[in-house]
């Protein structure tokens, strides 16, 4: 299996995707944010309609569209005093609505929907490889050299402004860089594992550990686990990747549950 590049090429991305959205998993379930997945997925949607309609390169806009609204969403709540989830909601439906007007501007075109939702790892290039693992290095650097402000951060914000803790800035930079991390692995991962992969591996971890950095491991080697695995089953069942990556979640989810419950 492995003497073709191109199946190299996926594996690779299949986990590199995982991990890197896996990274975010502790700190957006510890905020109960845990919709961000599918609401900036679903905010791509827009961004991929104004690159078909402006004859755009499709994954640069969407990246700099839903990276801008990440920014806005943060500025806004910060700003106006806006309950975070409410501004996200409002940004996700009137996203959502500007994409599917600027569709319906493009006469002809029929949006591939599967692709969208589930993504395809097979087809992923040798630069979208590079992007996922790019991508995946920024978000471990991230939390490496933020580790302190986003624990404060995701435990008690106010506590953390007390302390002069750069709250606002750092929030800011969590949405631009999970945003940015959601729209270059759509391609390979689609909504439902984008979306499985911010929830699953961390529910997972914090019934396998309480001090944070072990369950920010432990979700990174969840998502690795449910990547190989999924990618295998694949190979040899004829079955969706992503699909199988999220069914894998959900068993080492599970697991996780019993042994919880015996520990």
Do not use: C
Request: net charge positive; no cysteine; hydrophobic share 60%.
């Amino acid at each position: 299996m492995l003497s073709y590049g191109f199946l190299i090429r996926a594996l690779l991305a299949a986990v590199l995707s995982s991990v890197s959205l896996a990274l975010f998993s502790p700190f957006v379930t510890l905020r109960r944010v845990s919709y961000l997945g599918e609401a900036f997925s679903h905010m791509a949607f827009a961004g991929i309609a104004i690159a078909l309609l402006a004859g755009l390169d499709a994954q640069l806009t969407t990246l700099v569209f839903v990276v801008g609204v990440a920014i806005a969403i943060g500025w806004l709540s910060s700003r106006h005093k806006l309950e975070e989830a409410n501004t996200i909601t409002i940004f996700l439906s009137v996203s959502m609505a500007f994409g599917i007007i600027l569709i319906s501007l493009r006469k002809g075109y029929s949006f591939d929907l599967a692709s969208y939702l589930f993504g395809n790892v097979l087809l992923v290039s040798q630069a979208d490889l590079m992007r996922v693992g790019v991508t995946a290095l920024l978000s471990l650097g991230f939390i490496l050299l933020f580790y302190k402000e986003l624990f404060y951060l995701s435990y008690n914000a106010e506590m953390a402004g007390f302390y002069r803790v750069p709250v606002k800035a750092v929030n800011r930079f969590f949405l631009a860089l999970l945003a940015a991390s959601i729209v270059i692995n759509l391609k390979a991962a689609g909504i439902i594992l984008v979306s499985a992969q911010l929830i699953l591996p961390a529910a997972t971890a914090f019934n396998l550990a309480r001090r944070l950095p072990a369950v920010i491991l432990i979700s990174a080697l969840m998502a690795t686990i449910a990547a190989v695995g999924g990618f295998a089953m694949s190979w040899w069942l004829d079955l969706p990747t992503g699909a199988n990556i999220v069914m894998l979640e959900f068993g080492l989810f599970i697991i996780s549950l019993i042994l919880r419950r015996r520990g």
